[in-house]
Nanobody, 127 residues
Framework: QVQLVESGGGFVQAGGSLRLSCAPSGRTFAPYAMGWFRQCPGKERDFLAAITWSGSSTLYGDSVKGRFTISRDNAKNTVYLQMNSLKPEDTAVYYC????????????????????WGQGTQVTVSS
């Protein structure tokens, strides 16, 4: 059994930064790609960013291009989401995902075979 554990959420003022981390626990885990989504109450889950397991390719959602950066540390088996210039509308629960999907398909919110999702971490940006 694999669990994805997110950390790094919290409260921050507008214009500030946070870095989210995601690490798998349990058995050996090597999906094609890992990434981040977020969800606001009453809204659909929104794709933010994804990175291939090798770290060689990345993809970003339009809402965060230029402000958020995804990266991974293979030695620590951890994926990060660096979030800069945060805005109140970035307030949401942020989820880490490991998926056996190519990057061009990663943004789909439909569940796919081999998906693993974390429990989410709350990010609150005050104005």
């Amino acid at each position: 059994q694999v669990q994805l554990v997110e950390s790094g959420g919290g409260f921050v003022q507008a214009g500030g930064s946070l870095r989210l981390s995601c690490a798998p626990s349990g058995r050996t885990f090597a999906p094609y790609a890992m990434g981040w989504f977020r969800q606001c109450p009453g809204k659909e889950r929104d794709f933010l960013a994804a990175i291939t397991w090798s770290g060689s390719s990345t993809l970003y959602g339009d809402s965060v291009k230029g402000r958020f950066t995804i990266s991974r540390d293979n030695a620590k088996n951890t994926v990060y989401l660096q979030m800069n210039s945060l805005k109140p509308e970035d307030t949401a629960v942020y989820y880490c995902a490991g998926r056996d999907l190519k990057l061009r398909s990663f943004s789909t919110i439909d569940l796919a075979p081999g998906d693993y999702w974390g429990q989410g971490t709350q990010v609150t940006v005050s104005s």
